[in-house]
């Protein structure tokens, strides 16, 4: 196989992976009946809100014939992410770090909730970034606060987990406060999975599940990553007032909960792509985490396993992984995990990989326009060297944008408008 195939290769297998997540193909087979009286009210937050936003008002004005009148909902969508609709409001804000964009919209979204009544259906269409897009910090927590804890969160290397965990405990719409919220309506939430485990308490941080995390676990994870947060969050965190409903709490009685796409159906999708290509797909799982620079080292290696075995295989992962920031550079994991890659690979021939982030952004400044990862061929290091670039020395600043910008090698579909989290392929071609 030559660079230009074997790359053509690893586009189609990204491509597939996000065309499986994608709202026009998830989200019809599972969209509800439109209540008989009421008003149905669509709540959509995430990566994904404008396309599904899209997806469900095109379904239940066209082929529901639904009643315009009895429509009521809005979206908010990272920065990009947008999408026309036809009556209800589409907000694009902040994501990773949240804005006055979101807050509006957040506050638009709770006053809908709030004024449901028996009669209404409230539809929440969620997907991953929903925990920044609907930003409604607690009482007596301004934004800025809230934008300076998510910077330190994010920077600090803690998993997704750990960062839902303290966002649960300093809002007015995460950890089960939406579905609180619309009581006594129908609750039905549809969610596209972003977060190793498919654990629906941390996509978009479960504003309409219970959440079985505590104040004092929130707490905890501040002091484990040596985080010092601003005083009005160190209140919060010990305001028994922000403990989130737990499991058996009335607020969940008429709610229930959908999850309509997961990395794991990606993964069947581009399974199959590669045995008909004639390699065997090595799944290493759809679920990982953990340091960026040391999954792509363990991954070079069984790499270099496979081709001294002769086998022509594709080795795949998902998850979300993390990077711990030394330096001062631009990058995300995905482009992170590529530049550790190609460290660890040291040109070996024969092996190509793809690493990038379903959404169609890693890392960087927020922008729709940031790469969502990069490529590494057998000759990456060998063009970085005839550049003048020290590979060691990006990695070791974090600046895998600047590393991959440089060779060409980024990859950069642009906002896909859903979110399955990563997608990583190597390909060994002996």
């Known amino acids: 196989m030559t660079d230009g195939s074997a790359r053509a290769f690893l586009d189609r297998l990204f491509s597939a992976a996000v065309a499986a997540a994608h709202p026009s193909t998830c989200l019809p087979p599972a969209l509800p009946p439109p209540p008989a009286h009421g008003r149905l009210i669509l709540l959509a937050a995430g990566k994904a809100a404008g396309s599904m936003l899209e997806v469900a008002e095109r379904y239940y004005l066209d082929e529901k014939d639904f009643d315009p009148a009895r429509l009521a909902g809005i979206g908010v969508a990272r920065h990009g992410y947008g999408r026309p609709t036809r009556l209800l409001e589409m907000v694009e804000a902040g994501h990773p770090v949240p804005d006055a964009a979101g807050l509006a919209g957040a506050q638009k979204a709770i006053d809908l909730a709030a004024s449901a009544t028996a009669d209404d259906l409230v539809l929440v269409l969620l997907s991953g970034g929903a925990s920044a897009n609907w930003i409604a910090p607690a009482y007596g927590v301004e934004l800025d606060d809230k934008r300076a804890l998510t ?65 004092a676990e929130a707490r905890d994870v501040l002091a484990r990553y040596r985080i010092d947060p601003p005083p009005s969050i160190a209140v919060a965190l010990r305001d028994t007032a922000n403990e989130s409903p737990k499991p058996g709490d009335a ?23 590669v045995r008909e ?26 790499a270099k396993e496979l081709k001294a075995a002769g086998r022509k295989a594709v080795l ?12 001062n550079g631009r990058g995300g994991p995905n482009q992170e995990f590529a530049l550790a890659l190609a460290v660890a690979l040291g040109g070996e021939a024969n092996i190509y990989a793809v690493a990038g982030d379903t959404d169609g952004t890693d890392g960087g400044g927020g922008d729709a326009t940031d790469p969502a990862g990069a490529y590494v061929l057998p000759d990456t290091l060998k063009r970085a060297a005839a550049a003048g670039l020290d590979p060691a020395a990006f990695l070791a600043n974090n600046d895998s944008t600047g590393f991959f910008e440089a060779i060409g090698d980024l990859l950069s579909p642009g906002p896909t408008c859903t979110n399955v989290n990563d997608f990583r392929a190597v390909l060994v071609d002996p």
Request: aromatic share 4%; hydrophobic share 40%.
């Open 151 to 215: 910077k330190a969160l994010l920077r600090s290397g803690a998993n997704i987990t750990e960062i839902n965990t303290v966002r649960k405990h300093l809002s007015r719409i995460k950890g089960g406060r939406l579905a609180a919220l619309a009581q006594p309506a129908h609750v039905v939430t549809l969610s596209i999975s972003d977060v190793p485990g498919d654990d629906p308490a941390v996509i978009g941080s479960g504003p309409t599940v219970p959440d079985p995390s505590t104040l």
């Open 251 to 273: 607020a969940f009685a008429n709610a229930e909960y959908h999850l309509i796409s997961r990395p794991a159906d990606s993964f069947v999708a581009t399974e199959k792509l």
């Open 277 to 302: 290509a004639g390699y065997e797909p090595v799944l290493l799982g759809d679920n990982l985490e953990g340091e960026a620079r040391e999954v792509a080292a363990a991954q070079a290696a069984k």
């Open 316 to 327: 795949m992962s998902g998850g979300e992984l993390t990077v711990t920031m030394r330096g």
